[in-house]
Protein backbone atom coordinates (compact mmCIF):
# COMPACT_ATOMS: atom_id res chain seq x y z
CA UNK A 1 0.00 0.00 0.00
CA UNK A 2 1.56 3.43 -0.93
CA UNK A 3 1.17 6.80 1.77
CA UNK A 4 1.59 10.30 0.29
CA UNK A 5 5.34 11.67 0.32
CA UNK A 6 5.42 14.80 2.53
CA UNK A 7 8.72 16.13 1.35
CA UNK A 8 11.28 17.71 4.04
CA UNK A 9 12.13 20.99 4.06
CA UNK A 10 15.94 19.88 3.20
CA UNK A 11 16.53 16.13 2.23
CA UNK A 12 18.65 13.90 4.00
CA UNK A 13 19.27 10.39 3.39
CA UNK A 14 16.68 7.94 4.72
CA UNK A 15 16.97 3.90 5.02
CA UNK A 16 13.82 3.86 2.43
CA UNK A 17 15.06 5.29 -0.14
CA UNK A 18 17.43 2.11 -0.88
CA UNK A 19 14.68 0.08 -2.30
CA UNK A 20 13.41 -3.37 -1.77
CA UNK A 21 15.31 -6.49 -1.60
CA UNK A 22 14.87 -7.26 -5.32
CA UNK A 23 16.87 -4.23 -6.11
CA UNK A 24 18.78 -3.11 -2.92
CA UNK A 25 21.85 -5.00 -4.26
CA UNK A 26 22.93 -1.75 -6.94
CA UNK A 27 20.17 0.78 -5.94
CA UNK A 28 21.86 0.85 -1.95
CA UNK A 29 25.33 2.11 -3.59
CA UNK A 30 23.79 5.09 -4.36
CA UNK A 31 24.89 7.80 -2.21
CA UNK A 32 24.76 11.90 -2.56
CA UNK A 33 28.36 12.32 -2.57
CA UNK A 34 30.54 11.68 -5.32
CA UNK A 35 34.26 10.44 -4.93
CA UNK A 36 36.25 7.11 -4.92
CA UNK A 37 35.58 5.34 -1.81
CA UNK A 38 38.04 2.29 -1.40
CA UNK A 39 41.32 2.16 -3.45
CA UNK A 40 41.51 0.00 -6.70
CA UNK A 41 43.82 0.29 -9.45
CA UNK A 42 42.34 -0.53 -13.02
CA UNK A 43 43.69 -3.52 -14.76
CA UNK A 44 45.27 -2.50 -18.23
CA UNK A 45 45.63 -5.02 -21.10
CA UNK A 46 48.24 -5.08 -24.09
CA UNK A 47 45.89 -3.21 -26.56
CA UNK A 48 45.71 0.37 -26.83
CA UNK A 49 42.34 0.87 -26.00
CA UNK A 50 41.30 -0.31 -22.73
CA UNK A 51 37.32 -0.38 -21.74
CA UNK A 52 36.02 -0.44 -18.82
CA UNK A 53 32.41 -1.44 -18.93
CA UNK A 54 29.04 -3.39 -17.56
CA UNK A 55 26.73 -5.13 -20.18
CA UNK A 56 24.23 -2.77 -19.49
CA UNK A 57 22.45 -0.95 -22.67
CA UNK A 58 24.81 2.07 -22.31
CA UNK A 59 27.76 -0.38 -21.77
CA UNK A 60 27.22 -2.19 -24.62
CA UNK A 61 27.38 0.68 -27.42
CA UNK A 62 31.36 0.77 -27.24
CA UNK A 63 31.83 -2.64 -27.96
CA UNK A 64 29.47 -2.62 -30.35
CA UNK A 65 31.04 0.08 -31.59
CA UNK A 66 34.61 -1.47 -31.98
CA UNK A 67 33.68 -4.96 -33.31
CA UNK A 68 31.94 -2.96 -35.82
CA UNK A 69 35.01 -1.20 -36.58
CA UNK A 70 36.76 -4.43 -36.37
CA UNK A 71 34.83 -6.29 -38.99
CA UNK A 72 35.27 -3.81 -41.38
CA UNK A 73 38.95 -4.37 -41.29
CA UNK A 74 39.67 -1.75 -38.86
CA UNK A 75 42.83 -3.18 -37.15
CA UNK A 76 43.83 -0.25 -35.35
CA UNK A 77 40.30 -0.68 -32.91
CA UNK A 78 41.53 -3.79 -31.24
CA UNK A 79 40.76 -3.55 -27.57
CA UNK A 80 40.94 -5.01 -24.39
CA UNK A 81 37.55 -5.09 -21.96
CA UNK A 82 37.23 -5.27 -18.88
CA UNK A 83 34.51 -5.83 -16.79
CA UNK A 84 33.33 -3.27 -14.10
CA UNK A 85 30.99 -5.16 -11.50
CA UNK A 86 28.71 -2.06 -10.89
CA UNK A 87 26.38 -4.64 -8.98
CA UNK A 88 29.23 -4.57 -6.40
CA UNK A 89 30.52 -1.30 -6.63
CA UNK A 90 33.65 -1.08 -8.96
CA UNK A 91 32.72 1.78 -10.36
CA UNK A 92 33.59 3.89 -7.32
CA UNK A 93 37.45 2.65 -7.21
CA UNK A 94 39.71 4.99 -7.40
CA UNK A 95 41.27 4.00 -10.56
CA UNK A 96 37.67 3.83 -11.94
CA UNK A 97 36.86 7.41 -10.35
CA UNK A 98 40.03 8.46 -11.68
CA UNK A 99 39.22 8.20 -15.49
CA UNK A 100 35.19 9.05 -14.99
CA UNK A 101 34.61 10.97 -11.64
CA UNK A 102 31.09 10.49 -12.35
CA UNK A 103 31.17 6.82 -11.49
CA UNK A 104 29.36 5.48 -14.60
CA UNK A 105 30.10 3.04 -17.08
CA UNK A 106 31.33 3.08 -19.97
CA UNK A 107 34.69 4.73 -19.94
CA UNK A 108 37.61 4.12 -22.49
CA UNK A 109 41.50 4.98 -21.96
CA UNK A 110 43.24 5.26 -25.22
CA UNK A 111 46.61 4.91 -24.62
CA UNK A 112 47.49 5.04 -28.35
CA UNK A 113 48.71 9.01 -27.67
CA UNK A 114 50.80 10.30 -24.93
CA UNK A 115 49.46 11.11 -22.47
CA UNK A 116 46.88 8.39 -22.19
CA UNK A 117 43.14 9.77 -22.98
CA UNK A 118 40.19 9.96 -21.30
CA UNK A 119 36.64 9.20 -22.57
CA UNK A 120 34.16 9.02 -20.43
CA UNK A 121 30.05 9.09 -21.34
CA UNK A 122 28.98 6.32 -24.09
CA UNK A 123 27.78 9.10 -26.50
CA UNK A 124 31.36 10.48 -26.28
CA UNK A 125 33.23 7.64 -26.75
CA UNK A 126 31.33 6.56 -29.54
CA UNK A 127 31.66 10.03 -31.06
CA UNK A 128 35.51 9.87 -30.13
CA UNK A 129 35.90 6.31 -31.87
CA UNK A 130 33.81 7.50 -34.97
CA UNK A 131 35.82 10.32 -35.45
CA UNK A 132 39.03 8.65 -34.29
CA UNK A 133 39.02 6.03 -36.91
CA UNK A 134 36.91 7.27 -39.97
CA UNK A 135 33.80 4.97 -39.66
CA UNK A 136 30.41 5.32 -39.11
CA UNK A 137 30.02 8.85 -39.62
CA UNK A 138 30.19 10.37 -42.65
CA UNK A 139 32.41 13.46 -43.25
CA UNK A 140 29.73 14.78 -45.56
CA UNK A 141 28.83 17.67 -43.32
CA UNK A 142 24.54 17.22 -44.06
CA UNK A 143 24.97 13.11 -43.15
CA UNK A 144 27.30 13.81 -40.65
CA UNK A 145 25.14 16.74 -38.45
CA UNK A 146 21.76 14.42 -38.98
CA UNK A 147 23.96 11.16 -37.52
CA UNK A 148 24.77 13.64 -34.53
CA UNK A 149 20.92 14.67 -34.52
CA UNK A 150 20.12 11.41 -33.36
CA UNK A 151 22.84 10.64 -31.63
CA UNK A 152 22.36 13.58 -29.25
CA UNK A 153 18.80 12.56 -29.61
CA UNK A 154 19.12 9.13 -27.93
CA UNK A 155 21.27 10.62 -24.97
CA UNK A 156 18.29 12.85 -23.87
CA UNK A 157 15.85 10.42 -24.14
CA UNK A 158 17.60 6.83 -23.01
CA UNK A 159 17.84 8.04 -19.63
CA UNK A 160 13.42 8.14 -19.83
CA UNK A 161 14.21 4.68 -20.84
CA UNK A 162 16.09 3.40 -18.43
CA UNK A 163 16.41 5.47 -15.43
CA UNK A 164 12.91 6.06 -15.85
CA UNK A 165 10.67 3.78 -17.45
CA UNK A 166 12.94 0.78 -17.25
CA UNK A 167 13.17 1.40 -13.16
CA UNK A 168 9.03 1.95 -12.42
CA UNK A 169 8.11 -0.79 -14.61
CA UNK A 170 11.01 -3.86 -14.01
CA UNK A 171 12.85 -3.18 -11.00
CA UNK A 172 10.69 -0.63 -8.27
CA UNK A 173 9.96 -3.38 -5.20
CA UNK A 174 6.32 -1.37 -5.71
CA UNK A 175 4.37 -0.62 -8.66
CA UNK A 176 3.59 2.36 -9.12
CA UNK A 177 0.48 3.82 -11.53
CA UNK A 178 1.56 7.19 -11.39
CA UNK A 179 5.24 6.95 -12.48
CA UNK A 180 4.51 4.13 -15.32
CA UNK A 181 2.18 5.75 -16.61
CA UNK A 182 4.18 8.92 -17.25
CA UNK A 183 7.03 7.49 -18.05
CA UNK A 184 5.02 5.02 -20.45
CA UNK A 185 3.22 8.33 -22.34
CA UNK A 186 6.88 9.65 -22.61
CA UNK A 187 8.75 6.35 -23.80
CA UNK A 188 5.67 5.60 -26.34
CA UNK A 189 6.14 9.24 -27.83
CA UNK A 190 9.60 8.40 -27.90
CA UNK A 191 8.93 5.32 -30.14
CA UNK A 192 6.42 7.02 -32.43
CA UNK A 193 9.44 9.56 -33.24
CA UNK A 194 11.79 6.27 -34.43
CA UNK A 195 8.51 4.90 -35.96
CA UNK A 196 8.10 8.20 -38.01
CA UNK A 197 12.07 8.55 -39.00
CA UNK A 198 12.33 5.02 -39.75
CA UNK A 199 9.38 5.09 -42.22
CA UNK A 200 11.11 6.80 -44.12
CA UNK A 201 15.08 5.82 -43.73
CA UNK A 202 16.53 2.07 -43.84
CA UNK A 203 18.62 3.26 -41.01
CA UNK A 204 17.78 5.75 -37.74
CA UNK A 205 20.18 8.54 -39.42
CA UNK A 206 19.72 7.98 -43.25
CA UNK A 207 20.88 5.01 -45.45
CA UNK A 208 24.16 3.83 -43.70
CA UNK A 209 24.79 2.01 -40.68
CA UNK A 210 25.98 4.92 -38.08
CA UNK A 211 26.83 5.55 -34.43
CA UNK A 212 23.24 6.84 -34.10
CA UNK A 213 21.92 3.40 -34.62
CA UNK A 214 24.07 1.97 -32.03
CA UNK A 215 23.00 4.74 -29.66
CA UNK A 216 19.37 3.71 -30.23
CA UNK A 217 19.08 0.26 -30.80
CA UNK A 218 20.82 -0.96 -27.18
CA UNK A 219 17.97 0.85 -25.02
CA UNK A 220 14.96 0.39 -27.85
CA UNK A 221 15.77 -2.45 -29.78
CA UNK A 222 16.29 -4.40 -26.79
CA UNK A 223 13.07 -3.94 -25.58
CA UNK A 224 11.46 -4.52 -28.49
CA UNK A 225 13.20 -8.17 -29.23
CA UNK A 226 12.98 -8.68 -25.55
CA UNK A 227 15.64 -8.75 -24.66
CA UNK A 228 15.40 -6.28 -21.93
CA UNK A 229 12.73 -5.03 -18.87
CA UNK A 230 10.49 -8.93 -18.86
CA UNK A 231 6.76 -7.97 -20.06
CA UNK A 232 8.20 -4.48 -21.70
CA UNK A 233 7.64 -4.96 -25.21
CA UNK A 234 3.73 -6.41 -24.55
CA UNK A 235 3.16 -3.42 -22.70
CA UNK A 236 4.51 -0.91 -24.60
CA UNK A 237 2.77 -2.86 -28.23
CA UNK A 238 6.32 -3.38 -29.65
CA UNK A 239 4.59 -4.82 -32.50
CA UNK A 240 2.30 -2.30 -33.43
CA UNK A 241 5.92 0.13 -34.71
CA UNK A 242 6.23 -1.57 -37.45
CA UNK A 243 9.66 0.42 -38.45
CA UNK A 244 11.24 0.38 -35.44
CA UNK A 245 10.74 -3.53 -35.33
CA UNK A 246 12.43 -3.94 -38.70
CA UNK A 247 15.23 -1.97 -37.85
CA UNK A 248 15.81 -3.68 -34.65
CA UNK A 249 16.07 -7.00 -36.08
CA UNK A 250 17.94 -5.81 -39.21
CA UNK A 251 20.86 -4.51 -36.56
CA UNK A 252 20.03 -7.70 -34.43
CA UNK A 253 21.48 -9.58 -36.88
CA UNK A 254 25.15 -7.58 -37.90
CA UNK A 255 28.19 -9.45 -37.28
CA UNK A 256 29.67 -6.45 -35.06
CA UNK A 257 26.30 -6.45 -32.73
CA UNK A 258 26.41 -10.04 -32.01
CA UNK A 259 29.74 -9.97 -30.71
CA UNK A 260 29.37 -6.69 -28.76
CA UNK A 261 26.50 -7.26 -26.95
CA UNK A 262 28.11 -10.45 -25.29
CA UNK A 263 31.15 -8.60 -23.95
CA UNK A 264 31.08 -8.24 -20.66
CA UNK A 265 28.74 -10.80 -19.92
CA UNK A 266 29.64 -14.16 -21.86
CA UNK A 267 33.30 -13.62 -21.83
CA UNK A 268 33.21 -11.10 -18.73
CA UNK A 269 36.57 -9.97 -20.34
CA UNK A 270 37.67 -9.35 -23.68
CA UNK A 271 41.19 -9.15 -24.92
CA UNK A 272 41.30 -10.62 -28.28
CA UNK A 273 39.02 -12.43 -30.62
CA UNK A 274 38.96 -15.82 -29.75
CA UNK A 275 37.34 -14.89 -26.31
CA UNK A 276 33.96 -14.12 -27.95
CA UNK A 277 35.10 -17.04 -30.84
CA UNK A 278 34.75 -19.34 -27.63
CA UNK A 279 31.36 -17.98 -26.44
CA UNK A 280 29.86 -18.15 -29.70
CA UNK A 281 31.31 -21.36 -30.82
CA UNK A 282 29.74 -23.16 -27.37
CA UNK A 283 26.20 -21.08 -28.26
CA UNK A 284 26.37 -23.46 -31.93
CA UNK A 285 27.42 -26.98 -30.67
CA UNK A 286 24.32 -26.36 -27.67
Not at 73 to 97: C, L, N, R
Not at 162 to 180: D, Q
Not at 196 to 211: M, W, Y
Not at 260 to 274: M, Q, T
Request: charged share 25%; hydrophobic share 40%.
Amino acid sequence: MSFPYYPPKVWTVEEDTKGGAAVSSIFSLNRPEAGARFEKALPVGKHPLQVYAFASPAGQKVNILLEELLDAGVTDAEYDAHFIDIIKGDQFGSGFTEVNPNSKIPCLVDRSVDPPLRVFESGHILLYLAEKFGKFLSSDPSKRTETLNWLFWSHGTAPLVGGAFGHFFFYAPEKLSYPINRYTMEVKRQLSVLENQLKLNKFVAGDEFSIADISCWTYYGRIFLKDMYTGAAEFLDAESYTNVMRWAKSIECRKGVVRGRIVNKRPLNRHCAADIDEVLAKDSDS
